[in-house]
């Protein structure tokens, strides 16, 4: 998976919107190998983006799960442990 897009379920504060766009964004990015597409491929690709979007929503939305919401700070701080640990 790619390094960016990070998990958005079972968080609290529920993902916002931003943050499942920026994620499809990424998504779509990789898959394309655009990082900003040309003005031939802009439609098609903000279309993929909105797409990959809804079907986020969708998703994390229909997803249950018995487990405790994941707290954003303490997941942070577990992200930047492994990365001083990686680039150490």
Do not use: H, W, Y
Not at 57 to 74: C, D, F, G, K, M
């Amino acid at each position: 998976m790619c390094r960016n897009i990070k998990t958005l379920f079972n968080f609290e504060p529920p993902a916002t919107e931003l943050e499942i766009r920026d994620a499809s964004l990424q998504f779509v990015r990789k898959l394309s190998g655009f990082t900003v597409p040309s003005k031939a491929n802009q439609a098609a690709f903000d279309r993929a983006v909105e797409d990959i979007a809804a079907s986020a929503r969708v998703l994390i939305r229909s997803l249950v799960t018995n487990a405790e919401p994941r707290n954003r700070e303490v997941e942070a701080e577990k992200a930047r442990a492994r990365s001083r640990e990686r680039f150490a």
